[in-house]
């Protein structure tokens, strides 16, 4: 019998849910947890995606440049560029499966982002992001379209718009998702041989985004007898036992791993980094540019007079403008590393209007965090409130005003964790039954594509910021 690896990649899975509050829910992820357990450092920042691609490369942001769902294409002012799957190219930084592939392993992958449009491997490819049309499959090879019985227009790999008020929809869609994703799972498992099983679920991050704030006293936004209350509860359920369907196909040499690429936990408000860094004399507006409130429109800016302007979500990118990389740079490269500190520090010693009570943000630099910077970086990120508050793009009602409870994205009750979940074992003892596992520390997602490839006697790749995971 040869050894195979299947990941159960649960989005936004938060340890302190999974493995305490909810533990009792999820027997099969216990059985997983007999082996081995504990809490895996996701990336900075950790966002979906590129922490997945970055999963499976066992390579960090800057080694890939890609900072997020969106990144700047050129040093230009434009809008922010969505990634693909094939934004990381597989000579630079080649994932699991791509390593795999050069081995004549086969692969099976099902929505791991960015995974839109599928990608060609040596088995099958699931995307994950909405299919842009019927005309446009959801999968490669081509042939696995019509083997699901699920017409291209149908299949949707995620929630078309969870930012709404109409939780009911969502909830419906993201069970649709669901039932969708794990039954072509165990479809591909059960019909084919294969090496490598990877597959994400995005809902168990949907749930929480959607319906944190019925279920924490501790949320702003709590409503104690809200119909909501059990809605993430029920879905860890739901979750654990599609692991339970899965884990059939793990046989005594199979070593399993379920794994979630960052964690998750209360959302405050916003912090308005624009309007901060407008009233710091950092960011200058036209005469009358700008709604207000309002996203920022960078035909509303005065760039001749502009130092940095930012961009929001779950965590928040300063840019800077310098002269001879942006088209009117206003900041010499020389005064660059000053002029940087003192906008960290700055938005460090930010406080809250109530109380003056520090907002506890927290401000890093690309160069000092990554192994290499590639690509078009921000050159701070920002954790406002240390994640606690997101951050928003945009300006607010009156000028100076940086906190709020609204959000520019719709209603969203959660944002990200620094630690996601990991449990691994082997199928001999998943068997055995060994039930509590023993503890890890100092797990880190970079070192997921390491141990995968490890544990199917392949060679590492050179250059890869992970390592593999001693004690799976």
């Given at each position: 019998m040869r050894r195979r690896v299947m990941v159960i990649g649960l989005d936004c899975l938060e340890p302190l849910l999974a493995f305490d509050r909810y533990r009792c829910e999820m027997p099969n992820l216990q059985r997983i947890a007999g082996g081995v357990w504990g809490d895996l450092e996701s990336i900075c920042p950790?966002?979906?995606?590129?922490?997945?691609?970055?999963?499976?490369?066992?390579?960090?942001p800057g080694q890939l440049g890609v900072y997020g769902f969106r990144n700047r294409a050129d040093w230009d002012y434009g809008a922010l560029q969505p990634a693909f799957s094939d934004s990381v190219s597989r000579e630079l930084a080649p994932a699991a499966w791509d390593v795999a592939r050069d081995h004549g392993m086969h692969s099976m992958v099902i929505g791991v982002p960015p995974g839109s449009p599928p990608r060609r491997i040596r088995g099958e490819f699931v995307n994950y992001g909405l299919t842009p049309g019927p005309e446009t499959p959801f999968a490669v090879p081509c042939e696995l379209v019509a083997e699901a019985r699920i017409p291209v227009g149908d299949y949707r790999s995620d929630v078309e718009d969870a930012g709404t008020e109409d939780r009911d929809r969502v909830l419906a869609?993201?069970?649709?998702t669901t039932d969708k994703r794990w039954g072509l799972a165990g479809q591909l498992l059960s019909t084919r041989d294969w090496d490598l099983f990877a597959m994400v679920e995005i809902g168990t991050s949907r749930m929480q985004h959607a319906f944190w704030q019925f279920m924490d006293p501790r949320h702003v936004l709590y409503e104690p007898d809200s119909t909501y209350r059990?809605?993430?509860?029920?879905?860890?359920?739901?979750?654990?036992?599609?692991?339970?369907?899965?884990?059939?196909?793990?046989?005594?040499?199979?070593?399993?791993?379920?794994?979630?690429?960052?964690?998750a936990q209360r959302m405050d408000g916003g912090f308005l980094l624009n309007e901060w860094l407008l009233d710091a004399g950092y960011l200058r507006l036209r005469p009358g540019g700008g709604p207000r409130p309002g996203p920022l429109d960078p035909a509303d800016v005065d760039w001749s007079r502009t130092v940095a302007w930012g961009d929001g979500g779950y965590y928040g990118r300063v840019f800077l403008n310098v002269s001879?990389?942006?088209?009117?740079?206003?900041?010499?490269?020389?005064?660059l590393a000053a002029v940087r500190q003192e906008i960290a520090s700055r938005l460090?010693?930010?406080?809250?209007?109530?109380?003056?009570?520090?907002?506890?943000?927290?401000?890093?630099f690309p160069e000092r965090l990554y192994r290499e910077v590639r690509g078009f970086a921000p050159d701070l990120i920002l954790y406002p409130g240390d994640l606690y508050w997101r951050a928003l793009g945009g300006f607010a009602a009156r000028r100076g005003e940086y906190f709020t409870t609204d959000s520019d994205t719709g209603p969203d009750g959660a944002n990200h964790g620094r630690y996601g979940v990991f449990a691994a074992i082997r199928?001999?003892?998943l068997r055995r039954g060994l039930g509590t596992g023993r503890r890890l520390r100092g797990l880190r997602l970079l070192d997921l594509g390491p141990t995968i490839l490890t544990y199917l006697g392949l060679s590492v790749p050179?250059?890869?910021?992970g390592q593999p995971i001693r004690g799976v």
């Amino acid at each position: 019998m040869r050894r195979r690896v299947m990941v159960i990649g649960l989005d936004c899975l938060e340890p302190l849910l999974a493995f305490d509050r909810y533990r009792c829910e999820m027997p099969n992820l216990q059985r997983i947890a007999g082996g081995v357990w504990g809490d895996l450092e996701s990336i900075c920042p950790p966002i979906t995606c590129p922490a997945w691609i970055c999963a499976y490369t066992g390579r960090d942001p800057g080694q890939l440049g890609v900072y997020g769902f969106r990144n700047r294409a050129d040093w230009d002012y434009g809008a922010l560029q969505p990634a693909f799957s094939d934004s990381v190219s597989r000579e630079l930084a080649p994932a699991a499966w791509d390593v795999a592939r050069d081995h004549g392993m086969h692969s099976m992958v099902i929505g791991v982002p960015p995974g839109s449009p599928p990608r060609r491997i040596r088995g099958e490819f699931v995307n994950y992001g909405l299919t842009p049309g019927p005309e446009t499959p959801f999968a490669v090879p081509c042939e696995l379209v019509a083997e699901a019985r699920i017409p291209v227009g149908d299949y949707r790999s995620d929630v078309e718009d969870a930012g709404t008020e109409d939780r009911d929809r969502v909830l419906a869609e993201i069970e649709e998702t669901t039932d969708k994703r794990w039954g072509l799972a165990g479809q591909l498992l059960s019909t084919r041989d294969w090496d490598l099983f990877a597959m994400v679920e995005i809902g168990t991050s949907r749930m929480q985004h959607a319906f944190w704030q019925f279920m924490d006293p501790r949320h702003v936004l709590y409503e104690p007898d809200s119909t909501y209350r059990d809605a993430i509860r029920e879905y860890y359920r739901k979750v654990d036992r599609g692991i339970g369907e899965l884990l059939r196909f793990a046989d005594d040499q199979t070593l399993v791993l379920c794994v979630s690429d960052h964690g998750a936990q209360r959302m405050d408000g916003g912090f308005l980094l624009n309007e901060w860094l407008l009233d710091a004399g950092y960011l200058r507006l036209r005469p009358g540019g700008g709604p207000r409130p309002g996203p920022l429109d960078p035909a509303d800016v005065d760039w001749s007079r502009t130092v940095a302007w930012g961009d929001g979500g779950y965590y928040g990118r300063v840019f800077l403008n310098v002269s001879g990389r942006e088209p009117e740079g206003t900041v010499p490269p020389e005064r660059l590393a000053a002029v940087r500190q003192e906008i960290a520090s700055r938005l460090e010693a930010v406080r809250f209007p109530w109380g003056q009570e520090r907002a506890r943000n927290r401000v890093f630099f690309p160069e000092r965090l990554y192994r290499e910077v590639r690509g078009f970086a921000p050159d701070l990120i920002l954790y406002p409130g240390d994640l606690y508050w997101r951050a928003l793009g945009g300006f607010a009602a009156r000028r100076g005003e940086y906190f709020t409870t609204d959000s520019d994205t719709g209603p969203d009750g959660a944002n990200h964790g620094r630690y996601g979940v990991f449990a691994a074992i082997r199928g001999a003892d998943l068997r055995r039954g060994l039930g509590t596992g023993r503890r890890l520390r100092g797990l880190r997602l970079l070192d997921l594509g390491p141990t995968i490839l490890t544990y199917l006697g392949l060679s590492v790749p050179q250059g890869v910021a992970g390592q593999p995971i001693r004690g799976v």
